[in-house]
């Protein structure tokens, strides 16, 4: 009896320290993300902007040391010196920080530098201080939609790029 009682103890035992050896189903991997340059994700934001000679486009007046850094950063960009960029536009952000085209700019530096989630965060900040139609309106949402399709986040892109139709108000037809 007590033989009994051990073979079935060691049995069980066995069975246990075998079912830990298990190794589970390897977790199952989300789809890799399209590999997309920062460059051509900026250049989709460029092509949502558009510039259509009916609608109706307000340029502000600027700050002249505001204007120097942009400058600045427009030619750091085209140098792909996309650090020199971040810092000139921060440093204009100092001086202007609730400017949505600073803002806007600065966005698309965080794109060409893959900082997804703040390009984004900078994009809404720019749409919401600023106007709602018009070019700039369409690259904030084109830029937020980049920010999302570069983290995966497909469905919610689907949603920014409804919102860049809507930026578009055709002007006044006068006669």
Request: with cysteine.
């Amino acid at each position: 009896m007590m033989n009994k009682i051990l073979t079935r103890t060691t049995a069980l035992t066995l069975a246990v320290l075998a079912a830990g050896c298990v190794t589970s189903a390897p977790e199952p991997q989300a789809p890799a993300l399209p590999k997309v340059a920062p460059e051509q994700r900026l250049a989709a934001v460029e092509a949502a902007a558009g510039q259509d000679d009916k609608e109706l486009a307000v340029q502000p007046l600027r700050d002249p040391q505001v204007e120097d850094l942009r400058e600045a950063a427009s030619g750091a960009r085209a140098r792909r010196d996309y650090a020199a960029a971040a810092a000139a536009l921060n440093q204009a952000l100092l001086i202007v920080a609730d400017d949505p085209a600073v803002l806007q700019e600065r966005a698309e530096v965080a794109l060409l530098q893959s900082e997804f989630e703040r390009a984004e965060t900078l994009a809404r900040r720019a749409y919401d201080l600023g106007s709602q139609v018009g070019p700039l309106c369409r690259r904030h949402w084109a830029t937020i939609e980049q920010s999302r399709l570069a983290r995966g986040e497909t469905e919610n892109a689907g949603s920014a790029q409804a919102q860049i139709a809507a930026c578009t108000v055709p002007g006044i037809n006068r006669m």
